[in-house]
């Protein structure tokens, strides 16, 4: 069986505070290098009675680190009002090495015995050599432009790539399972391909990227294990392609894309959300979808509200398996045709389909399955025609299907099979053809077939089997009705009856 995830698928903005320079007496990134070097001679002449010679030699070096480290905030006001904080560190590590040298050299000459003079000479060198490396970390700068082609970030380190930078021509993929940052992103103001958050299993925040306004292709948000919420998208006001948000097992709801408006180029897809409880922020999205419509496997979510806006969907709709799901009257402005499958499935706590009420034919399948609180499928009245599959199977406490009753053709498959509780085919009465196989299958407590009083082609097989209080003779006399078709016909293991005479054509 194929359920919702068939398609698991350069105007530079300044911001806030980015501009501005750290109050850091040392200048960012900046090494300085001071050699001094001191030379001192000194001549001493004396007159000694000593006749000797003195040398004497000092060397003395003398090696300093110092590691100063200072953090400034700033809070700046930006264009919109809104403040910006920087925080700034800087690291100055300061290396002086002092060499020294010392030589004394005395010379003396004592008076002799003719008289002559004692001369003491005293040579001083001093050599000193300082040198001092500054290393400063400012605030960064949005004045770099536009990025030019794609980016995959895969480790913090990479983060930085794109610091200062304001846009990025190609695709931006963060996937990063060791990040816990991307506030170096600030700059960014748009993504003009694809933006995909994905396999980031230690991000708890998009605090960063809230600079972004328009993503050209498609945003998705996809299998991040700690993610709690899309407040950091919030700047976010379109979105050219697909829009999915799925596999988030932290994320509560979605109101970070509440900027979000008119609609999104691609499908909607929000599947296998397990704490996600509501879809409050894709309510700015009105207009029609222009690919399909997914919503599936998200075990808490009780309402579909948030995409009341919606009016129409260009691919598929689907919504299954949403275990808490009630109802789904958020689909109620969805009007005319759904050019592909419909789908409904998996629900079990849904109760009707009224949310349908405008969908007036479905371009592929229509699917409703295992919903085993729907009553009835009042919520399908409008609908006139199903191009492919029809199948309603396995809905527990489905009694009758009088929705139905503006229905006259089924271009594949009619398939009414295993609801324990259907009394009644009442409600297809403007049913004329069905273009493949027509099955009726193991309702347990379906007693007639007057529902199908229109029906005159069947394309294909003609099988009615294990009901168990269908009589023999209902299906026989359906059969008498047909005027085209079938190309084979089953029926077996109802309901034994005396209907006699056996009509025409059946066993």
């Known amino acids: 069986m194929r359920y919702l995830l068939l398609m698991m698928l350069a105007t530079v903005l300044v911001c806030g505070g980015c501009s501005k320079s750290s109050s850091s007496s040392d200048d960012g990134g900046a090494t300085d290098t001071d050699t001094d070097t001191d030379a001192d001679t000194d001549t001493d002449t004396d007159t000694d009675s000593d006749a000797d010679t003195d040398s004497d030699t000092d060397t003395d070096s003398d090696t300093d680190t110092d590691t100063d480290t200072g953090t400034d905030t700033d809070m700046d006001a930006g264009p919109d009002g809104s403040t910006d904080t920087d925080s700034d ?22 008076a002799g015995a003719d008289g ?4 003491d000479t005293d040579t001083d060198t001093d050599t000193d050599t300082d040198t001092d490396t500054d290393t400063d970390t400012g605030p960064i700068v949005c004045n770099l432009g536009a990025y030019s082609g794609d980016l995959e970030i895969t480790t913090q380190s990479d983060v930085a790539t794109l610091a200062g930078y304001t846009s990025i021509s190609g695709y931006l993929y963060i996937h990063c399972p060791s990040c816990t940052d991307l506030s170096e992103l600030f700059c960014l103001d748009s993504v003009v391909g694809n933006f995909s958050i994905q396999l980031n299993d230690t991000l708890t925040n998009l605090v960063g990227l809230s600079n972004i306004t328009s993503v050209g292709g498609w945003l998705q948000i996809w299998d991040n294990l700690t993610l709690t919420n899309l407040d950091g998208l919030s700047g976010v006001t379109s979105v050219g392609g697909v829009l999915g948000i799925a596999y988030n097992d932290a994320l509560t709801n979605m109101d970070g894309l509440s900027g979000i408006t008119g609609t999104v180029g691609g499908a909607l897809v929000v599947a296998n959300n397990p704490v996600l409880t509501n879809l409050d922020g894709l309510s700015g999205l ?29 691919g598929d709709l689907e919504i299954a398996f949403n275990d808490t799901l009630t109802n789904l009257d958020g689909l109620s402005g969805i009007t005319g045709a759904v050019v592909g499958d419909l789908w409904i499935s998996g629900n079990y706590a849904i109760t009707d389909l009224d949310g ?36 309603v199977w396995s809905n527990a406490a489905l009694s009758d299907i009088g929705g139905l009753n503006v229905l006259t053709s089924v271009g594949e498959y009619l ?19 069905v273009g493949e ?19 005159n082609s069947v394309g294909g097989d003609f099988d009615i089997y294990w009901n168990a209080v269908l009589p023999d003779c209902e299906a026989c006399d359906l059969l008498d009705q047909i005027t085209t078709g079938p190309t084979s016909i089953y029926v077996e293991n109802n309901l034994d009856d005396t209907c006699t005479p056996v009509p025409a054509g059946c066993p």
């Not at 002559?116 to 001369?119: A, F, L």
């Open 89 to 110: 560190t800087d690291t100055d590590s300061d290396t002086d090495t002092d060499t020294d040298t010392d030589t004394d050299t005395d010379t003396e000459m004592d």
């Open 356 to 391: 349908l009420s405008a969908i007036t034919s479905v371009g592929m399948e229509l699917q409703i399955t295992s919903n085993t609180a729907l009553t009835n499928l009042d919520g399908l009245n409008a609908i006139t025609s199903v191009g492919g599959y029809f199948r």
């Open 437 to 455: 196989h027509f099955r009726i299958t193991q309702n347990d407590t379906l007693a007639n077939l007057d529902g199908f009083s229109s029906l």
């Open 415 to 433: 398939i009414i099979s295993e609801n324990v509780t259907l009394t009644s085919l009442t409600g297809l009465n403007a049913l004329t053809s």
């Open 286 to 314: 009105t207009g029609p979808v222009s690919g399909s419509l997914l919503i599936g496997f998200n075990t808490i979510l009780t309402d579909l509200n948030g995409l009341s806006g919606i009016t129409s969907v260009g």
């Open 116 to 119: 002559s003079t004692d001369t």
